[in-house]
């Protein structure tokens, strides 16, 4: 079965697709905590991860990592702990990985 957007699962209201869990959650006030790039960017990843055939929780447990993994490496880029070409080839490897 190829899970996509559009696909009913179980949430913790009852079925729910994808697509309005998302939208759940950009609605939600999350964005106290991180920014709302952060938060559309992990929304954005989840859905292409489910889309392209992870289950609803390995897209999130993906999409988690992303967001940690790129925030530690923009946090070490700005106190001068990596060099402008490791971060980004680490931004380089991170989406290898998510989209493999």
Do not use: W
């Amino acid at each position: 079965m190829k899970i996509t957007s559009d696909t009913r699962f179980n949430g913790s209201h009852g079925q729910v697709t994808l697509r309005e869990a998302v939208r759940h959650l950009r609605s939600r006030e999350l964005d106290c905590t991180i920014s709302r790039e952060t938060l559309d960017g992990k929304a954005r990843l989840f859905v292409e991860c489910v889309e392209h055939g992870f289950t609803p929780l390995r897209g999130e447990i993906m999409a988690a990592y992303y967001v940690a993994e790129t925030a530690a490496a923009a946090e070490a880029y700005a106190r001068g702990l990596i060099t402008g070409e490791e971060l980004r080839q680490k931004e380089l490897d991170l989406a290898r990985i998510v989209t493999s």
